[in-house]
């Protein structure tokens, strides 16, 4: 077996799949030598995210070396080999995929190390543990190699307190906060595969538990799971048109994947763990409740938590009406042009067609619409209607206990047009809803506050395009509706985006509303000029939106940039899995043409 050695700042991270260290093969030696200490079945935590065995190993002599672990009977088929200075509380900082099995070699001498293992325990069992080390003088393994092994009984804790062992098989998730905020019942999703034998119900036996760092106490957090997608072929390891063989492993192995959202409390600066538990095929449904609930009919549903109420167009889905549950007598809304809902766009204007707005679907032919206590989605895409050269999506996520949710919005060229306007993340309101306007200014570093009952109608107050958040409120009664920039992109395909002087404005009329201009002729000084947008482009967009009760008195818009802080530095996400028995110990790339991949006769020296 080869193996490969990463190393940073003296930590040293091995990642080993068992291959019986080739002792059978080749009637080696073997003593009884091996010295260790710190024998242990340890509970997860950020560094060793798992239930797992772990020994500290001395050697008698610095030397290379391959490692096999065996738990009562069964070689662990991945351990970690680890050496320098521990860091328990964040997830490890190098790794070796399983992948990397057929090709990696290990030069590293060692005399010190700990090797840890995934090991499923229960507790107050004891376990026959056995460790063999092959001390080699050269990469390659050689009759002239000494193994040296050592075994021992080791008991799990008595009285741990981990899930139950009905669930067969976890997947980790060790969460990280690094904005020094400290994080309640925060939305988090992970995509994960599954094995088909794995998954038969994992639409209703996934069950998410937090492990605490001191107690190692499991419990369960809310969580939901959602497009789930099989993909059951197999690969065809016959041979080919003359009988010789393909390949000896599988390419691929049938695979279920699935997102999985749950709610995650993390406190600041800190790494938690959380444990996906999965098949148990006689699990039943669990009964998940959350302030957060969606009724009626799609494209026309209301959306609501503790906070706050939303209400959709009928015929568009797109955000109609908002208001706080604390002040259901002041809404929020629009109505007061073509399609009367708030969000209005993606937008195009093709001259001589009427200037379409994604508003303006009577019923999107695409629709898809999730429930559930942890996220409720609403996706809507379409090409715009009356220029069928463009395709637009509309999407949003609503969440529990929070005063915000998502929009995110997608605008694809399909054949190049001349367009007069061009433009996204446009927000309408009633003008009699709305007495100000304030938005952080990049030029000026400041925050501007404009009244916009003393600007003439029409007139646009400009701001940089990447903007980062802007609120409009009425001063009265004190509700304010606020847009936080989670991100823009303008790309191309066939061709590089064409922007002409892209940039964020309000203006006022009958309405009040924010946009942002990608290129906008229409509102320039020689308005009747068009602009070709080509063919490939495709223009982004993700905000949260907030309403909430101002403060004009005292810290009016920091509740928005609380949220941007915490928004903006989501918790880190790092995913650890066991490696299951039916992977293969190498793996075969495809290439698309004949030639060395680089790691022929590839040898390292000793470090």
Not at 140 to 147: F, L, M
């Amino acid at each position: 077996m080869k193996l490969d050695i990463l190393s940073k700042t003296g930590l040293t991270l091995l990642f080993i799949i068992a291959s019986s260290l080739v002792i059978g093969a080749q009637k080696l030696k073997e003593t009884s030598a091996l010295q260790a200490s710190g024998i242990e079945l340890g509970f997860p935590y950020p560094e060793i995210p798992y239930y797992h065995f772990k020994a500290d190993i001395e050697l008698p002599q610095s030397s290379m070396m391959e490692v096999e672990v065996t738990v009562d009977g069964k070689v662990l088929r991945a351990v970690d080999i680890r050496r320098g200075r521990a860091d328990r509380n964040h997830p490890p900082q190098t790794e070796r995929s399983s992948s990397g099995y057929g090709l990696s070699q290990d030069g590293a001498s060692y005399t010190n190390f700990t090797v840890v293992g995934w090991v499923k325990w229960q507790p107050g069992q004891e376990y026959d543990v056995r460790v063999a080390v092959r001390m080699k003088k050269e990469v390659q393994a050689t009759r002239n190699d000494v193994i040296i092994s050592g075994s021992w009984k080791v008991k799990a804790p008595a009285q741990a307190a981990t899930f139950n062992s009905d669930w067969k098989n976890y997947k980790s998730v060790v969460l990280s906060e690094t904005a020094g905020i400290d994080r309640q019942n925060e939305p988090v999703e992970v995509l994960l595969a599954f094995y088909p034998d794995e998954a038969e119900s994992i639409a209703r036996d996934v069950r998410v538990v937090s492990v605490d760092p001191e107690t190692h106490e499991v419990k369960e957090t809310l969580s939901q799971v959602y497009d789930v997608q099989e993909y059951l072929k197999e690969d065809d390891m016959g041979p080919d048109k003359n009988g010789n063989p393909t390949r000896s492993v599988p390419l691929w192995l049938p695979t279920v994947t699935a997102r999985v959202s749950f709610l995650a409390s993390v406190p600041a600066k800190t790494s938690r763990v959380f444990l996906i538990y999965y098949n148990n095929p006689k699990a039943l449904v669990e009964p998940c409740y959350s302030d957060l609930q969606v009724q009626g009919d799609a494209p026309g549903l209301q959306i609501s938590n503790s906070l706050y109420s939303v209400s959709l167009h009928n015929g568009s889905g797109h955000l109609d009406q908002l208001a706080l549950k604390s002040r259901p007598d002041v809404p929020l809304f629009h109505r007061m042009e073509t399609n009367g809902a708030v969000h209005w766009n993606p937008d195009i204007y093709v001259p001589p067609s009427a200037w379409t707005h994604s508003a303006d679907w009577k019923a999107p032919k695409g629709m898809h619409i999730l429930t559930g206590p942890v996220v409720a989605k609403t996706e809507f895409w379409d090409n715009l209607r009356g220029v069928p050269q463009v395709d637009v999506s509309v999407r949003y996520e609503f969440y529990p206990g929070v005063p915000y949710f998502i929009s995110s919005t997608c605008m694809r060229i399909n054949e190049t047009v001349q367009a007069l306007a061009l433009r996204n993340a446009e927000m309408v309101f009633k003008r009699e809803l709305i007495t100000h306007a304030a938005w952080y200014d990049a030029l000026r570093d400041t925050i501007i506050v404009y009244d916009v009952n003393s600007v003439p109608d029409l007139t646009d107050l400009k701001m940089e395009a990447d903007v980062p958040w802007i609120v409009l409120f009425n001063r009265p009664n004190g509700i304010a509706f606020a847009g936080i920039q989670l991100g823009y992109d303008n790309s191309g395909i066939e061709s590089a985006p064409r922007t002409l002087n892209p940039y964020f404005y309000v203006t006022t009329g009958p309405w009040v509303y924010w946009a942002r201009a990608l290129a906008h002729p229409f509102l320039s000084a020689n308005m009747q000029q068009v602009v070709p947008v080509p063919k490939g482009n495709i223009f982004s967009e993700k905000w949260a939106f907030m309403i909430y009760h101002i403060d004009t008195e005292s810290n009016p818009f920091g509740p928005v940039l609380s949220w941007r802080k915490q928004l903006m530095q989501p918790l880190r996400i790092h995913l650890v899995e066991e490696v299951d028995d039916r992977v293969s110990k190498s793996l075969q790339e495809v290439f698309m043409d004949n030639g060395k991949s680089g790691w022929e006769d590839r040898q390292t020296k000793k470090k």
